[in-house]
């Protein structure tokens, strides 16, 4: 099946105080959900009256969002796994049973070729 990619649109997001124009082939909810987890993790990292200039604060809530996306990553390869480990296991269980089925009704097995 040959989908046609999403066509990019001009969109205006807003951070804290800034906004920003970007281009983006996101559904409004997937980017309101995006904006709204930046702005959650900005409020938990940047803080004016913070000790560490604003530059590292970015750095560290950049570091943080980073980790969570490679650790998708991983579980993302690990299900992937355990699903292509699952479908081979169910191909030997539809095997055996079509072979138990055959023994039961040798007409069944017939009925297939």
Not at 10 to 34: H, K, N, P, W
Not at 46 to 62: E, F, H, I, P, Y
Request: proline share 2%; aromatic share 6%; net charge negative.
């Amino acid at each position: 099946m040959d989908e046609k990619e999403p066509a990019l649109r001009t969109v205006r997001v807003e951070i804290g105080t800034d906004r920003f124009q970007i281009q983006t082939d996101l559904t409004d909810a997937e980017l309101s959900a995006i904006v709204t987890y930046v702005t959650k993790k900005m409020q938990a990292y940047v803080s004016s009256d913070a000790r560490m200039d604003m530059r590292k604060q970015l750095l560290l809530m950049a570091m943080d969002i980073t980790s969570e996306l490679f650790d998708m990553k991983r579980r993302h390869a690990r299900y992937k796994d355990y699903y292509l480990e699952s479908q081979k296991v169910a191909q030997v269980l539809s095997s055996m049973l079509d072979d138990e089925l055959a023994k039961i009704d040798p007409m069944s097995d017939m009925t297939k070729k």
